[in-house]
């Protein structure tokens, strides 16, 4: 059986701090360790092949009395450090990392650095960790990585991603822009826009309103892989707002993710598109939404909210997650109508200090999937919120948010708007003409995003350390 193929994520904080601290004035070569978290994927949905990834969790500096002698062309420090870090990594599952620099050379690892990391291996296995990660920070940005997980075996990493503000993807094997149908939007990003959008695993969670718009426009995009994940049949009530569904297709029982998966292949963009009708916290789609580079919730629950909030943080997936509040006008109140869209990744304040997913009605709805008899009893006896109206929908709104949300992606990748990354959180006014960046601080006590404990944490048992 051939290896897990590898991705290495680094946080856009972790990335800093490392910069920071290989950074030599008189250009010699320097080095830190990092402890990653791991996802052990054990079929990527589109390619049917196990992939790992690693997720920068933890930089932790060489000490400077463990630093034995630098140079441009080599760098030496004492191992005790390296025996420490190994220890951490076992006691709490993560990977042992050790990052050097080339301050005047390409990134690539030298056959001094294969002779010395193979000894660093060697003492790594022998401790009984089962693997130690490895990258080279070159000159002009330049990176590579790779993990030893036999002695004298290492898996190079097949794309090396910046997760920020800003969403920076290196593959190793970059395909080449030869997508005529994507020329337009070249003339305007540049060459190099299109295969980067082109290699891009994208989940898009829920398929209505907004979710069919977003996953539409995506394919349009020239985004690769799509990952569609919706329970629900189209009903009547859809028609006026999902995109690519018939009035036949309620007659059939389709499901949703179904009808968007047959307009988008119907597209024949080279799109290819799984699909999962599933709960976003079923275990079944734990391998889907870790493939991922980047997420969309398109969901109206709240407990679908909360997990992919938690999962945009253990795995450094940025999550553009969109919502819409929409009130009719009533006497002496005008309408309020408002759409959403928020970027989460480790760094920035998270949906539940942002109000907008809420661990109350997130139990509420558990209660309801589970058991769905004691919820209308205490529905009943006004113990429970949820199961109101069906929320007031119209496909304009809907639509201009999922492009204001599929806007935040491009941002991300090209910086359009500037390099300041993707707005944190985005409300637009539809009964106003307003549009406008409303951001938050995190509350303190938030256990997604007050500490970095949950950054890149990776897998844990239980499943993003949520019981139950
Ligand atoms: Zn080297
Ligand atoms: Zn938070």
Redesign the pocket.
Known sequence: MSPAALDIVLLEPHEAALRSLLHSENGAESSAYVLFGKAEISADPWSGLARTRLISHEVIPVAADEMVSASPVHVTWSTRGFMRVLGVAKERGLVAGLVHTHPNAAAFFSEQDDRNEAELARTTFNKGVSSLASMVFGRDDGMVGRLWIAPGETVTASSISLIGGQIKIARAEASVDEDHFLARQAALFGREFNPVVRGLRVGVIGSGGTGSAVAMLLARLGVGFLGLVDKDIIDVTNLNRVHGSRAADVVAGLAKVDILAREIRAAGLGTQVVTKKEWVGHPDLRDLLRSCDVLFGCTDDHQGRLTLNRLAHYYGIPLIDVGLRMRAARSGADYDMTGRVSTIRPGS??L??LGVADPRRAAAEGLQRSDPTEFEWRKAEAYVDGGADPAPAVVTFTTTIACAAVDELIQGLTSFRGSQGMTHNRIRRFDRVEDRAMTCR??AS?P???SQASWGRGDVNPFLGVIG
């Open positions: 304040p998270c539940m200090c995190p509350v938030c997604v995003c007050a």
